[in-house]
C-alpha cells in the first residue's frame, strides 16, 4: 500500500473514533439530559463521519487501487494528492470549527477548502483513468 494511502486511511479512522465519540455523547445526552449545549457538536458528528471518515478513506482507496503506470512513477505525479490530503483535513477542521463557534466564514472557507481537495485530487488521479482507458 503506497504512504499516500494509509495516511488518508489512518486520518480516516481517526475521524471515525472522533465521530462515533461525539455521536456517543449526543446519545447520552438525548437519554440523559446533562449538558443541554452538546447539541452544538451535532454538525462536527456529521462533518467527522461523512467528510472525514467516508470520504477521505475513500480518497485513500481509490490511489492505492486505481491502475499504475507502467513507465515512470506508478502513480504519476504525487503533489496534487498530497495537496488534496491536506486540503481536505484543514476542510473539515475548519468546517467543524465554523459549527462550534460563532463564525460563519469557518464553515464556508472550510467547504471551500473540501472543495479544492476534491478537485485536486480529481486533477492529480485524471491521467492514470485516461492512460488506462484511452
Do not use: D, Q
Amino acid at each position: 500500500m503506497p504512504r499516500l494511502s494509509c495516511w488518508f486511511i489512518r486520518a480516516s479512522l481517526i475521524y471515525l473514533a472522533i465521530g462515533f465519540t461525539f455521536g456517543g455523547l449526543l446519545l447520552a445526552n438525548k437519554g440523559v439530559p446533562f449538558y443541554p449545549l452538546i447539541w452544538r457538536l451535532l454538525p462536527s458528528h456529521y462533518e467527522f463521519l461523512l467528510v472525514g471518515w467516508i470520504v477521505e478513506l475513500a480518497m485513500g482507496m481509490i490511489f492505492w487501487i486505481m491502475p499504475r503506470f507502467s513507465a515512470g512513477a506508478a502513480r504519476g505525479n504525487e503533489a496534487l494528492i498530497w495537496a488534496s490530503f491536506w486540503l481536505i483535513n484543514a476542510g473539515i477542521w475548519l468546517a467543524a470549527g465554523g459549527s462550534l463557534l460563532p463564525l460563519a466564514w469557518l464553515g464556508a472557507a472550510g467547504r471551500i477548502l473540501e472543495a479544492g481537495a476534491a478537485a485536486a485530487f480529481g486533477v492529480g488521479a485524471w491521467p492514470r483513468i485516461k492512460a488506462f482507458y484511452g
